[in-house]
């Protein structure tokens, strides 16, 4: 079968961008008859485009505010015909139904809707239904229709049909298709996600799930050189999220890089206060919060130096100038810094360094608005998000001492941090610093060894001295030897789940050393 030449075109768009252009020269250069809809009609007529109006195609008017006006016969048989299929040519041909051999047709803007903040009933009437059903229809019928959803895709199109005295490829047009049904499917699992929100007893974790998702890059590579990687932006993203911030220098962001940075931005989103959070391979190294965040910089930069060179930096306030030229003046090399906002005399002096990924996201959103999603062999694993938001009135004391103010106020602090350490995680701080960190160890009592090292080390080099510090653990203690590990090492409160069989053994070894024991009810591993 030889492709077919474009003779006529139907065209309803929401995007206008380009389309009188695209429209004329399929009308002026290929002699293509355009059909249109409503607005897009208007458009092209204002553009000096000849337009015949889709009711005139089907000889019945658009009506009920625009909801009903494709979804006909003439329409859609002008879409399926089988050109190659004489029964199909004869009834379109008995019937009046005229071929049509492009479709130029994207959707209501219906994420866009839902993410503005419209009410239900603006968001129901942004969810397209002819512009689906004829995109479907042509993309079925990719044999002997192009359909053309992208206006970036316009002059491609033009310079294919160029080449090919007014008729696309096969190939092209079978691209083209799956490109609709991708887009599509996309569009549907918005539509379910959302209405699911606004149905009683929906559930949050639907029998069927879809996950809209749109390419946001190509990466270099993946975790290794060897594994191909993209980035994909799922449509339901809140408006400041990792996926939707700027990039206002720097290389493009590897794999790691979005990762980390990832972790990163979701430790410091937990605290109110100027907070910087410094991470590297997945675990924040360094944490602190201060009254501005050049001062929180410095504390966290203090926590762990050697570990911070080539780490990920996350501020929670716009980063001044005074905190790039503190990170200037430790010579600290960074991979990334993202932030909600810069100081544009910060931002000047960040660009001086052309390989620094610098990622500003307007704005930081609530913790806990979307779901988590991991994948397993074959499946995925859906969870809510992780969020600190249990309140320390509702924290038990179970040991005879009772945390100071000054230690509850860091072991607040810790509890915020150790959620976003490798499981078996231990945190131990000070003056609302992690200055010791212990992840990812089989056992926990390794784990507290390795904080309790690295906090020793961080209170030589800030210059006081390793007392009055507090640890956090991820998970209950199985064992006390947990507890003298932390107590021979100066650490005077402790805040942990509690839960395990043994937790009257852990109790009655804090007795014995004098340390306040603190349960929270909850776990916050993080495998």
């Known amino acids: 079968m030889n492709d077919p030449c474009v003779k006529r075109v139907l065209i309803s768009v929401t995007d206008k961008t380009g389309v009188v252009d695209f429209a004329r020269a399929l009308h002026d250069e290929f002699g293509a008859e355009i059909v249109s809809t409503g607005g897009t009609a208007r458009v092209l007529e204002e553009g000096g485009v000849p337009v015949r109006p889709i009711d005139d195609v089907t000889g019945f008017p658009e009506m009920m505010d625009g909801r009903v006006k494709t979804l006909h016969p003439k329409v859609h048989g002008g879409l399926l015909a089988k050109r190659s299929n004489p029964a199909h040519m004869a009834q379109a041909a008995e019937h009046g139904i005229g071929m049509i051999d492009m479709v130029v047709v994207n959707l209501y803007a219906f994420e866009k809707t839902v993410a503005s903040g419209a009410d239900a009933t603006a968001c129901i009437e942004n969810i397209d239904i002819g512009g689906p059903s004829m995109l479907r229809s042509a993309a079925k019928n990719f044999e002997s229709v192009a359909v053309v959803i992208d206006p970036e895709s316009y002059g491609a199109i033009l310079d294919e049909m160029r080449a090919h005295g007014g008729a696309t490829t096969r190939e092209t047009r079978a691209r083209l298709a799956l490109h609709v049904f991708q887009t599509t499917n996309a569009y549907d699992g918005a ?28 990466l270099r590579y993946g975790e290794n050189p060897h594994q191909s990687a993209a980035f994909y932006r799922r449509v339901t993203a809140t408006p400041h999220a990792l996926v939707n911030a700027r990039q206002l220098n720097g290389k493009p962001l590897s794999y790691n890089n979005i990762l980390d940075t990832d972790a990163c931005w979701t430790i410091v989103r937990e605290f109110d206060d100027p907070a910087v959070v410094i991470l590297k391979h997945q675990n924040p190294c360094g944490s602190a919060d201060g009254a501005t965040v050049a001062e929180a910089f410095e504390r966290a930069f203090a926590c762990d130096t050697k570990s911070a060179y080539g780490g990920i930096v996350a501020a929670n306030k716009t980063v001044s100038l005074a905190m790039v030229e503190a990170v200037n003046a430790h010579k600290l090399f960074v991979e990334v810094l993202i932030a909600p906002d810069y100081e544009p005399a910060a931002l000047e002096l960040l660009q001086q360094k052309k390989n620094l990924r610098v990622l500003a996201t307007g704005g930081v959103d609530a913790l806990g608005q979307e779901m988590e999603f991991r994948t397993v062999d074959g499946g995925v694993l859906v969870q809510d998000v992780d969020v600190v938001s249990e309140a ?78 507090v640890a956090a653990s991820d998970a209950f203690f199985p064992f006390r030897d947990n507890i003298d590990m932390l107590a021979g090492y100066g650490v005077t409160a402790i805040i942990q789940p509690g839960g395990s069989i043994r937790d009257d053994e852990c109790i009655q070894a804090c007795d014995e050393l004098g340390i306040a024991m603190v349960f929270t009810g909850r776990r916050h591993f993080r495998h």
């Open 191 to 218: 539509i379910a996600g959302w209405l699911a929100g606004q149905v009683e007893g929906a559930g949050e974790f639907p029998e069927r799930l879809s996950i809209g998702l749109v390419k946001q890059q190509d």
């Open 392 to 469: 320390a009135d509702s924290f038990a004391v179970p040991t005879k001492r009772m945390p100071t103010a000054k230690e509850m106020d860091d072991l607040l602090f810790a509890w915020k941090v150790v959620k976003g350490v490798k499981s078996n995680a231990i945190l131990v701080a000070k003056d609302h610093a992690g200055i010791g960190m212990g992840p990812g160890q089989p056992n926990r009592v390794d784990s507290a060894k390795l904080a309790c090292e690295r906090a020793h080390e961080a209170c030589a080099r800030i210059g006081v001295a390793p007392e009055g510090l």
